[in-house]
Structure formats: C-alpha cells, structure tokens
C-alpha cells in the first residue's frame, strides 16, 4: 500500500495562488503517473494536471496559470496554482499509478479543500 498525503488547500481571494503538495509513503517501482484532480459537489472527478513519463497534461481550463511538478526522488508532486478563480473552488486529489513487480495499482489521497472566494 501506498499513503498520499496532501497539503497546502485553503482559502484564498480570487487572482491569488496556492500550491499544493502530494507526498507518497513510499517509492514504486515504477510512476506511470502522477497528477492532481478535482471534483466539485454533484459533479465528477475531473483531471486537473498530471506528470506521465516527464511529460506534462493540463485541463484546458487551468493551462497558463496552473503547472505541476514532481520530485521523484522526495515522491512528492507540486501543483502551484496562479490567478485563481471562483470556479478552481474544489477538493484537489492526488493520485498515483504505478506498478509495484507486474501489479497495477492506483492510488489516491484523502483530498485537500481549495476555495477562492473574496
């Protein structure tokens, strides 16, 4: 098993930032994938940004103001996040996919409440 422990959500005004930060228990022995989604009372969980094989996938929405990061040897995944706005207001999750020998798994954390409002 693999814990996600997330930090940095809060409250914050619109056009301000945040970063959040995603740190796993422990290392797999192979990261398909790591990223941040969000979900929003009613609606589904929807991709916000992720990290495959060092590349990088943004939502529309948050593109030219949000950018992730990952540091693989600390197993920890950024998500700095510019000009926010009204809609960002979510849960922010982390997640993990990844292979420990030949077994799939995917991991998620508990969630991190990000609300912009003034």
């Known amino acids: 098993q693999v814990q996600l422990v997330e930090s940095g959500g809060g409250l914050v005004q619109p056009g301000g930032s945040l970063t959040l930060s995603c740190t796993a228990s422990?290392?797999?022995?192979?990261?398909?994938?790591m990223g941040w989604y969000r979900q929003t009372p009613g609606n589904e969980r929807e991709l916000v940004a992720v990290?495959?094989?060092?590349?990088?996938k943004y939502a529309d929405a948050v593109k030219g103001r949000f950018t992730i990061s990952r540091d693989g040897a600390a197993n920890t995944v950024y998500l700095q996040m510019n000009s926010l706005k009204s809609e960002d207001t979510a849960v922010y999750y982390c997640?993990?996919?990844?292979?420990?020998?030949?077994?799939?798994?995917?991991?998620w954390g508990q969630g991190t409440q990000v609300t912009v409002s003034s």
């Open positions: 990290v495959i094989s060092g590349m990088t």
């Open positions: 422990r290392s797999m022995r192979s990261v398909s994938a």
């Open positions: 997640n993990l996919k990844g292979y420990d020998d030949t077994v799939f798994s995917d991991y």
